[in-house]
């Protein structure tokens, strides 16, 4: 008889298989990459770019960088404020220890072995079969929307944010009551299992997180109906309280300080999701190829889901050792509202749910498909069927490779690029959604000088006398010494933004702006004079850090004290 699945104490040797096959996996994925390049997706600019702007700051002893000190060509932008951390962070880190032209496949290499990992705790939870635990754990680590992302998007967050799912999925699935690992009500260490990955997902990638949000929530909801209870809801939605608060220190700015930027940029042409619902047509051709693609690996991986869904339907009847009683409807409810999000008869659904239409691609949601989908498959690996299914999913993963490396481009000088551009001094280019209200970046002079005199008038002769000295240039500070003949305008190699102060021998000075843009200009009188530019730590930053920080410390002290009570009781037993 097989054994019964685990509560949670794995061995040694267990967790060194799962970290062997999921780091023989993503290997795997990353082996294209050893003969052809790297996968110059959509997004691998933004990203190489935001790991090395993050990496020279360190070097200037700002540990959680805010203003992106080379976008917009070296006017900055307020780019970490908005994208979450942890995928900036990582690739910094990373480039800290391996050269900066093998980052990004190390970055893979390093986050899909995680990914399999964590799917091999929640696997080994719900299903009864070891080999089984392992497959699956190799099929989420390879799953066809991974594939996507690693080959034709380059979105390293996305990437990173969902290897958390497969632990979000197991603190859910802990609350709702679907492991049965003690028969005893849910309590607060559940409610941390379930807060912890869930602030990991937020600090990640924003649109994944939202994804995470409402898939929480609908299975958490769905676990009430079912069992006629509020507890799933009030225990789950403890947690979800407790994961925003744990990631307030990144949240609060972000939400607080949209309205200081574009944010609608990120709902730009080709961005919405009623232009990438599956096989959508627009009247871009390039974006319309890309969506087929995209298309074609969400059918994968629905007929997938489907197939391996009936199978493991048609089987709980005589086994009962399949899945965990609920998990399998839970998953099942939820996959079928993943596709009908997909399609354009959700529409309504996209218009009116809040900050829903951020995620952008309705086609994003194939990552909750990945879960279902390694569930499902280790649920079946049992016997003869473990071989089936390994060939089985070799086989579709090693075809939608092949599909995925003939539609990408292949190139081994994204990074250099980049590197080149910020050693100069020219930057690089900015994010339309990051640019601060009222400034057009494409107007923007395009010097490499730090400052320089501004007549008054557009069309005047006029031009100052003036000398003008650095003493300090970092990415929140900027110190200049200013020799005048008479008062003069400066203008600033950075972009205006209610965080900077100016400061004119240590006065509080006005700061203008250059017509149409949001370029900075500061007023010097006559003479000798200390500018200084500093970006200062706002309110909703302060706030944020220390909800943050009380939240963890709260939530730590209370793990403490209950693992002191519980020894105490042991004892006295």
């Known amino acids: 008889m097989s054994a019964e699945p685990t509560g949670g104490r794995f061995s040694l040797r267990e967790w060194a298989a799962a970290v062997a096959v999921s780091l023989l996996t993503a290997t795997a994925v990353v082996s294209p ?10 997004d691998i600019a933004f990203h190489m770019a935001s790991w090395l702007d993050a990496a020279g700051q360190w070097k200037q002893g700002i540990p959680l960088p805010r ?38 496949a190390v970055f893979w290499v390093f986050v899909e072995t995680f990914s399999g990992v964590a799917m091999y705790a929640l696997l080994r939870r719900c299903v009864a079969s070891r080999p089984g635990a392992l497959l699956g754990a190799a099929c989420f680590a390879a799953n066809p929307y991974a594939l996507l992302i690693v080959y034709a998007r380059s979105d390293f967050a996305e990437l990173l944010a969902m290897a958390f799912y497969p632990l979000l999925f197991l603190g859910v699935f802990r609350i709702c009551g679907y492991l049965g690992e003690s028969g005893t009500a849910p309590g607060f260490a559940e409610v941390v ?17 939202v994804i995470a949000t409402y898939g929480t929530a609908f299975l958490l909801v769905l676990a009430a109906i079912a069992g006629r209870s509020f507890r799933p809801v009030g225990w789950g939605g403890t947690g979800m309280l407790v994961g925003f608060a744990l990631a307030s220190f990144y949240l609060i ?6 309205r200081w ?49 009936v199978a493991v339907y048609c089987t709980i009847r005589t086994r009962k050792d399949v899945l965990r009683k609920g998990a399998l409807l839970a998953s099942g409810a939820l996959a079928s509202a993943v596709l009908l999000l997909m399609l354009p008869l959700s529409y309504a659904v996209w218009s009116y749910l809040p900050e829903l239409r951020f995620v952008q691609f309705p086609w994003r949601w194939m990552s909750v498909l990945a879960v279902f989908a390694a569930l499902s498959t280790a649920a079946m690996a049992r ?3 473990n071989w089936v ?31 080149a551009a910020i050693a100069s001094g020219e930057g690089f280019e900015g994010t339309d959604e990051y640019d601060p209200l009222g400034d057009d970046r494409s107007e923007l002079p395009q010097k490499r000088l730090r400052a320089w005199p501004v007549s008054r008038g557009k069309h005047s002769d006029e031009k100052p006398d003036v000398q003008i000295f650095t003493d300090v240039w970092t990415a929140e500070q900027r110190v200049l010494r200013v020799h005048a003949a008479s ?51 706002t309110g909703d930053r302060t706030l944020g850090g220390w909800i943050s920080a009380l939240t963890a410390c709260g939530t730590l002290a209370f793990l403490v004290l209950r693992r002191r009570r519980e020894a105490r009781g042991a004892g006295n037993a």
Request: with cysteine.
């Open 193 to 209: 299992g379930l807060a912890v990955p869930f602030c990991a997902v937020w600090l990640a990638n924003a649109p994944a997180a």
């Open 487 to 537: 008062p003069a305008r400066l203008a600033m190699r950075l972009l205006d933004y209610p965080a900077w102060r100016a400061t004119v021998d240590g006065r509080a000075a006005a700061i203008e702006r250059a017509p149409g843009t949001a370029q900075m200009i500061v007023e010097v009188p006559a003479g000798e004079s200390r500018i200084e530019l500093r970006f200062i730590r």
């Open 67 to 104: 203003w992106a000190e080379w976008a917009n060509f070296g006017y900055g932008e307020p780019r970490f404020v908005f994208y979450p951390p942890l995928s900036w962070l990582l690739g910094a880190l990373l480039g800290k220890i391996v050269p900066w032209n093998a980052v990004a």
């Open 389 to 419: 299914l390994a060939v089985a999913a070799a086989i579709l993963t090693v075809g939608c490779g092949r599909y995925l490396v003939k539609h990408t481009w292949w190139d081994t000088e994204d990074m250099p690029t980049l590197q």
């Open 261 to 309: 930027v574009q944010i609608a940029g990120a709902l730009a042409g080709g961005l919405r999701p009623a232009e990438n619902f599956l096989y959508a047509r627009t009247s871009d051709a390039e974006h319309d190829a890309f969506n087929r693609v995209a298309s074609n690996m969400a059918v994968v991986l629905l007929a997938w889901v489907g197939v391996m869904a």
């Open 253 to 258: 700015p972000a939400i607080y300080e949209q």
């Open 383 to 385: 016997g003869k069927w």
């Open 33 to 42: 990459f050893f003969f052809l390049g790297t996968a110059s997706g959509h």
